[in-house]
C-alpha cells in the first residue's frame, strides 16, 4: 500500500475537524497571548482539568502585561493544583521576557518562540500555526500516534529516528493554507478517534488509507521504549499551630512543588524514620526545634518521576525562636493570597475544621 498523499490526508482531516471538532474557548479566538496561555496551561494536562485554570487566568489576568506586571506569587497561587509547576514560573517568565525585550508583542515564528522560556518545539509550532498562520507543525503524543498509524512508523515516536521520521511527515502535510486548523485536526483526531490501545477506526476520515489500519497493527502503535517504574520516597511534613498562625516554609526554587509555601519537612533518609528525622528537617528548614505528636493526615502523593507516601504530622514547637531561613508565621487568613502546596492547604483546612491541634504561645516570632 502507498503511502496516503498529503492532499487527501490534509482535505479529509479538514473537512473533518470542521463537522467534529469540539469547542474550547481558546478556539473561539485568535489573540496570541489566549492562544499562548492555552499551550502552556495544557501541557500535560487534561482538556477538562485544564479549562477552568484558563478562564481563572484570563479573569486574574487578561493580557500579557497584565501577567508580566503580576509578582510570582500570584501566578503560583492562581495555578495552585494544576501541577508541573514550573509551567507557571515559565509562562511569567516569557510574559516579563515579551513586554521588556518585545514591547508586549508576542513573536510570530517559531523560531523566535522557541527561545522563550519552557516553549519547545510542540508550543511553538502550535502558536506559530494557530495565532500568526505560519507553516509549521505542532506534534504533541496525539499528532505522533496518528501520524505513526498512518505511516505505520514502527520507531519509538518520542525519540530518534522514529521522532526524526515523524518530523519529516508533518513538515511535508502541514498545509500552507489553514495551517493551524490543520495541527489543531491532527491533534483532534488522536485525543477523540485514533486513541491509545482501541482506536475507533470506524469514525475515522483516514480509515481507507491507513497503513496500520491495512497492516491490522494500528493498536499496536505507536511503539515507545520501556518506562521506568517510579520510585516510592518515604515522607513526613510538620502541622504546627500559633494562635491563629501555621509555621509555613518556601519550597526552594528548582525541584518539587519549587517556589510553594509548605509545611515543613520533605523526605525521610531511607533508614530513617519520621521520629528522629522529622525534627532535623524542621530544625534545618525554620530554626526551630520541635517535638512530634500523632498523625494529622496520610500522604500519598504521585508526581510524574517519583511516590511520596507518609504522613502529616501534629507537632509542637519546644522554644519561642524566631523563624529563620525564610520560614514564617502565617495568619490562616493570609493563605489564601498565597501559593500553599495543594495537599498541605488540605490538610489546614481540615486542621481548622476539625478538633484544634496543639497550639503554641509563640512569644518572640516574626509579625
Known amino acids: 500500500m502507498e503511502n496516503p498523499g498529503p492532499r487527501a490526508v490534509r482535505a479529509r482531516l479538514l473537512r473533518w475537524f470542521d463537522a467534529h471538532r469540539r469547542d474550547f474557548p481558546w478556539r473561539r479566538t ?48 492562581v495555578w495552585e493544583g494544576l501541577g508541573f509547576y514550573g509551567r507557571a514560573r515559565n509562562l511569567h517568565a516569557t510574559a516579563r521576557a515579551i513586554v521588556d525585550e518585545r514591547g508586549g508583542r508576542i513573536p510570530t515564528s517559531a523560531k523566535a518562540l522557541e527561545a ?20 509549521v507543525p505542532a506534534i504533541d503524543g496525539n499528532a505522533a500516534r496518528v501520524l505513526a498509524r498512518l505511516y505505520t512508523i514502527r520507531e519509538d515516536v518520542s525519540q530518534g529516528p522514529g521522532r526524526a521520521r515523524v518530523d519529516v511527515i508533518a513538515r511535508r502535510l502541514v498545509p500552507a ?23 475507533r477506526c470506524e469514525s475515522c476520515p483516514l480509515l481507507d488509507v491507513c497503513r496500520g489500519r491495512r ?38 526554587a528548582a525541584g518539587l512543588l519549587a517556589g510553594l509555601w509548605a509545611l515543613p519537612g520533605g523526605e525521610l533518609p531511607d533508614a530513617g524514620d519520621h521520629a528522629t528525622e ?11 526545634p520541635v517535638d512530634v505528636r500523632g498523625p494529622v493526615r496520610d500522604v500519598a502523593h504521585t508526581f510524574s518521576h517519583r511516590k511520596w507516601s507518609g504522613a502529616i504530622y501534629r507537632c509542637v514547637p519546644t522554644s519561642s525562636d524566631v523563624p529563620s531561613n525564610g520560614a514564617r508565621w502565617v495568619r490562616r ?5 498565597l501559593p500553599v502546596v495543594a495537599f498541605h492547604r488540605a490538610a489546614l483546612a481540615s486542621a481548622a475544621s476539625g478538633p484544634p491541634i496543639e497550639s503554641f504561645d509563640a512569644g518572640r516570632r516574626s509579625p
Do not use: W
Open 30 to 77: 485568535g489573540d496570541p497571548y489566549r492562544i499562548l496561555l492555552a499551550e502552556y496551561l495544557l501541557q500535560r494536562t487534561r482538556v477538562a482539568t485544564g479549562t477552568p485554570y484558563y478562564e481563572r487566568f484570563l479573569e486574574r489576568f487578561p493580557d500579557i502585561r497584565a501577567l508580566a506586571a503580576a509578582s510570582l506569587d500570584d501566578v503560583l497561587q
Open 116 to 135: 522563550l522560556p519552557g516553549i519547545g518545539p510542540y508550543t511553538a509550532g502550535a502558536v506559530a500555526s494557530i495565532a500568526f498562520g505560519q507553516r
Open 177 to 199: 493554507s489553514r495551517p493551524g486548523a490543520f495541527n489543531q485536526a491532527l491533534m483532534e483526531l488522536g485525543a477523540t478517534v485514533c486513541v491509545p490501545r482501541v482506536p
Open 215 to 252: 497492516a491490522g497493527i494500528q493498536g499496536l502503535l505507536p511503539t515507545h521504549g520501556p518506562r521506568r517504574p517510579s520510585p516510592t520516597v518515604r515522607v513526613a511534613f510538620a502541622l504546627m499551630s500559633a494562635d491563629d498562625r501555621v509555621l509555613l516554609v518556601r519550597r526552594p
Open 278 to 288: 522529622l525534627p532535623k528537617l524542621v530544625r534545618a528548614q525554620t530554626g526551630i
Open 333 to 337: 487568613s493570609e493563605l489564601t493570597r
